[in-house]
């Protein structure tokens, strides 16, 4: 493979760059595999990325029905951060975020992480409390955490509404410094490149249509490209994972929902962080375009259908317009959906299965961009060694039925809400 | 904007309406011996099919009545709505 750096950038500005080499290749299918990824997303590139490289795994191929990071990866607002107060949230991604620090080197590829740090307003004395001690659970994981009051809040981002008579008024925040966002393209991108280098072929266009299960075994699946054997299959398809669950007489704790975010047009550098909102669900940083990069809500009723709709952006952007007046003066550049796979207690899984070389990995809700690089670590060694490792061991398919749930904001199973 | 077509009150927005989930969940009987199984199944778990959904809705700010609505999830198209005792072919 073709190493990136500035002499071959100089190298091939001599020949119009014409000449470099294709980043992934476009195989046909072969006829048998030893592992099967399907869905070609961050979570799914992740995790062949990582099979190969730390378990020598190489014979693997990812089935993708569209386009490579054309779903959630390339849809999320690109927040990365560890702010959880879960010891099995916490740790698995302050595991993550180590990885994002490396992450350029290790796949030799710009993701642009930029280590901004986050900040969680809070507009009452009690959020004051509930971020005092999720700051406190951080720290004891290892995990950085700063409670700030409302001068220091107002110190970072004196562009939020910090007049009198607001209706949420800002008493502090909790930030997490080392937290920050990251060129979701090239994650997507970069993973698929070093895959593709170690011997992962990557199949576009491919739609799985069926399982070969026999005797509680995985023996293939079935795609519009034909049959292909595998010994182990495992599923990274986020908002689509029910569909394929019903293809294997799966039903699962997970529900499928629309979230949408947004893009203001580009306007000269001035917000440093990532905030929250804490009276509403809102969020914004600003990218290195210029926009502001906002979310929110999910559109609250079950839906595969990518496309957002309109009710639920305007009261998300009102929530940001209460948290940053300015956002009212700045016109829209473009809005745009992804399907999110939501699961009952907020938390995702990677886990076995009862089907026997079966793997599963889904119900990221709305947090699966950050954790991509620790997703696909752990879910290549849950598929490598057919066991979970100690970081993944809580985030079993299993913990509904046994009451192990992970309810980080203990809002229970209306996951249009949460 | 989703129009929804309230048994009671007829054509309104989705604004007056909040959401319910799948309508099809029945919780087990009162009084009966069930499995941990059949509670997983009914608190958890959930089919989210693309395609028809039959899902409450709750006409919050308008008769505050619960309904059930016949909707697609991939297009969004609602094609029947019942009252929520209404018998369901």
Redesign the interface.
């Known amino acids: 493979m073709q190493k990136y750096s500035v002499f071959s950038l100089i190298k091939n500005a001599f020949s119009d760059h014409q000449n470099w080499e294709v980043a992934w290749k476009d195989p046909t299918p072969k006829k048998e595999y030893d592992v099967i990824i399907i869905g070609g997303g961050g979570h799914g590139l992740a995790t062949a990325y990582y099979l190969a490289k730390e378990h020598n795994i190489t014979n693997v191929a990812i089935i993708e029905k569209g386009w490579i990071g054309g779903g959630n990866v390339g849809r999320n607002t690109t927040i990365i951060r560890s702010n959880y107060m879960h010891d099995e949230n916490g740790l698995f991604s302050e595991f993550g975020m180590d990885l994002w620090r490396k992450m350029s080197q290790d796949l030799n590829y710009n993701v642009m992480f930029s280590p901004r740090g986050i900040i969680n307003l809070a507009h009452s004395d009690a959020q004051m409390n509930a971020y005092s001690r999720r700051g406190n659970s951080m720290r004891l994981n290892g995990i950085d955490a700063v409670l700030l009051n409302r001068e220091e809040v107002q110190k970072l981002i004196p562009m939020a509404d910090f007049s009198d008579n607001v209706r949420f008024p800002i008493f502090g925040g909790l930030m997490q410094p080392s937290a920050g966002t990251a060129r979701h393209d090239a994650v997507a991108w970069g993973y698929a490149r070093q895959a593709d280098s170690m011997g992962v072929d990557i199949i576009q266009n491919c739609e799985v249509t069926g399982f070969d299960v026999s005797n509680g075994k995985i023996l293939g699946v079935r795609t519009s490209k034909g049959d292909i054997k595998a010994k182990k299959v495992g599923l990274c398809v986020a908002g689509s994972t029910n569909i394929l669950a019903e293809m294997l007489n799966m039903t699962l704790p997970i529900e499928t929902h629309l979230l949408q975010a947004c893009v203001s047009e580009p306007i000269k550098p001035l917000l440093d962080h990532v905030v929250t909102f804490g009276a509403g669900h809102f969020y914004c940083s600003q990218s290195d375009k210029g926009e502001m990069v906002m979310g929110g809500d999910l559109d609250g009723y079950n839906s595969y259908s990518q496309r957002g709709n309109l009710p639920t952006l305007q009261h998300v952007l009102t929530e940001g317009i209460a948290m940053f007046p300015f956002l009212s003066k700045l016109k829209m550049l473009r809005t745009w959906g992804g399907i999110m796979d939501m699961s009952m207690d907020g938390s995702p899984i990677i886990d076995k299965t009862h089907i026997n070389g079966l793997y599963l990995n889904c119900g990221w809700c709305y947090g699966g961009f950050k954790a991509t690089p620790a997703s696909g670590w752990t879910f290549a060694h849950t598929i490598a060694q057919d066991r979970v490792h100690d970081l993944n061991a809580g985030y079993s398919l299993n913990r509904f039925s046994t009451g192990n749930l992970i309810d980080e904001k203990g809002l229970g199973t209306k996951t249009w809400i949460s | 904007?989703?129009y929804i077509n309230c048994p009671h009150c007829g054509l309104r927005?989705?604004?007056e309406f909040a959401?319910g989930?799948?309508a099809t969940v029945k919780r087990p009987e009162l009084n009966k011996e069930i499995s941990?199984?059949e509670?997983?199944?009914f608190?958890?778990?959930?089919?989210?099919?693309?395609g028809k959904?039959l899902?409450l809705w709750h006409h919050v700010s308008g008769c505050r009545q619960w309904i059930k609505v016949e909707?697609d999830?991939?297009?969004?198209e609602i094609f029947k709505t019942y009252k929520a005792n209404e018998a369901i072919e």
């Open positions: 904007m989703l927005s989705q604004n959401y989930g799948d941990d199984q509670w997983d199944n608190v958890y778990l959930r089919k989210s099919p693309r959904h899902e909707r999830t991939s297009t969004h």
